[in-house]
DNA sequence: GATGAATGAGGTTTCATTCAT
DNA sequence: TATGAATGAAACCTCATTCAT
């Protein structure tokens, strides 16, 4: 009787590729993965047809973990203002909190191992805030500029914001406050 | 007296470890650099000591290309404005021009081998616009948070806006003059 | 279940090793070791982490040979002089046997790539013999010399003899009884 | 007409070799030699053609030191036993004296790299002893043995009583002495 | 399914030697 | 003659992946 493919086992390798990756990049080996994840180095690629792939679906992951903490208690009627706070606050949340998992998304990011199937497969999972950031752009001074302009601005001004809170753990909430004040008068 | 080392041989190098490192990411080999370099791979190790040494430098090289661009006719004299607008152009009509060279910076630096030492140096390179930063910093709307925090923000729009120029080459200029808007009108 | 890391190969590896160093000296490439073990390349690491790991395990193998040859049948009760002839003649055998087993076992000794661990090793394999190296040390003419005196000097002239014993096959016996003499002689 | 290029450069680079030799074994380079020698990397070619001869007129160099210190002030008419203790001193103060020379010279005679025509020329070089070594084999014990025995089993005491001498410099006149009263008992 | 030994291509680096200067 | 840059073969070792057990 065939043993199914165990999902625990699963994320354990997928942890284990994050804790490896933030520590020796991309370049990190399935071995360590492996081992780190408590299987056999083979065992792996019973999970994952190549590393590649592990990567991508890394990828996903990371990104489906994100948008679910974002997703979550979204304020779905509230005001623009609130609603765009609440990403700002709750991605950068999750980015302090996960240092390592922000770490390989960046790395993963710039990379050229992910495949346009997994770019398209991260925008579909952004679903429910896109119309709030689609209604970013059209309310904001940017509306000149293309729709995706105000999106792509506000993770940029979060990536600038996360060095200086982790970086000044004490100041963190009145950082991440100021700093949503300075983007919200911006794009305002 | 021998063959001195030649500095054209030097640059080619690190012309070529560009060229490579944007196809292949940091992983490209240096016998893959050497070659498309014209130099025997044994050669590289006479101007490099080895390739962590060899990537600090490139990144260092790119780092004085870019401000030496931006240092160039760069307006002492003029407006705040003036002078920001300045930097916002020549930096991004560079990572325009030269997308390889910027893919790979980008690379080196959330990559981890960039020791303190290059990062310092990087730092001492910035040199002529500095004060605008500072001045940038405790003239904004973001006085009240950490000093580099307007020069990051101003980093970090600049990438914003550079992914859009370079996906609408015709709207470019005006695209990059419209996001300088915004940015001078959320930190001002 | 796996493969188990096969003790024969483990010994092949060796065994090859013995072969390429006796040809080579100790500049004898892991490759063509691996390769006339009839393994691949990388799979001498699965056997051994490096080379110089290689090397000691060598080493501690051949040790571990000649003083289980000197070791076995080794007359405990009889008087010293026939325990010394034992050790004499048992080693020599070994040496004449196996001359490039002798050859590797010297190169490896006078190198520098065996550790303190391995020489420590080495001593505490030496056991059953080395009541009577101690007795020969006490009760030897070399008795206001270092205890070890007795034993190095046994040892190096067995170097002396062996010497001759393999250029003159034909004397072997002879010279290596006689030989004996000239050592029991000098200490008695 | 011999030419003689630098003899003084020629002298620095063996002396390098001994050097680098004693520290890195026989693998040392011929650019660290050059270096220490103070000469270009090139230059060390001009005075030896490849480095395998270089290791052999090193060698040659070393016997020719030892010999030259063993032939000076040598007894010519004293008796077997002042020559055989002369020979015995001089050749110990110069190994204590010069432990790198020493181990470079071991080493070199280990190893593979020492041509037929540089063991011959050693031979020759032993010159003055000569004679004294022969009347050894005749006149000792060990004239049933091959003529060359009573000399190389001196040899190999000296080895033995070298190892003490070194480890316990307080005894080391005393320790001298007293093997080779051991020597002389054994052989006479 | 799970394991980990086996594989061999490929990576970085070293080095004896050559040769332009 | 002296120099040291240039060369490329070869060394050691790693690693993604396969497959016998």
Redesign the interface.
Known sequence: MARLKSPAKRGAILDAAVHEIARN???ASTASIAKRAGV?S?SLFTYFPDKETLLNELYLELKREVYSRVNADFPQAASLEARARHVWTQFLSWAIESPERRKVS??LN???VLTTDTRRNVATIRGIIEPTMRELGRRS??H???A??AS??L???Q??TL??AVR?PKRRKE?ID??F???W???H
Do not use: C, K, N, Y
């Open positions: 990049g991309l370049a056999a083979g960046v790395l710039v990379s050229d001074v940017a000149g500029l293309p995706e302009f792509a601005f993770s940029s001004m990536e600038t060095d200086f000044q950082l100021r700093a004040q300075v983007f008068r911006a794009i």
